[in-house]
């Protein structure tokens, strides 16, 4: 039959193209995973796996968006840190002394000086 063509094994498919295998592409994968939850690993893997597939000459689009994804959770998480210790030093200011440390002009000199 001349309409029955069987692939040979020297022929790549679309398939062989698309999901072919280079080094860093399942460590970025994972890195993009974990991007999402622990940001300093992921970003660690995010940039071996890029490096890995640079010297390849492949381009690894999960690499470079853990490393995206995690640089901006870690940079929103230090903001969201400063922000809740500043509001949390202001509201301690605004309450004023609660009387466990005394009061401070205790130590002001005896003598009448201020």
Known sequence: MA???TP???????DTQTWAEYPGRTLGVVALVLSFFLQIPALVMGIIA???SNKANQSNVPAKVAVA????LMVLGILAIVGW???LV???SEFGEFGEFG???DFRMRDGRD
């Open 3 to 5: 309409t029955d063509k």
């Open 8 to 14: 040979d094994a020297q022929t790549p498919n679309a």
């Open 50 to 52: 890029w490096v890995w």
């Open 69 to 72: 994804v995690s640089a901006t």
């Open 85 to 87: 210790t500043a509001l």
């Open 90 to 92: 202001s509201l301690g």
């Open 103 to 105: 009061d401070f002009d």
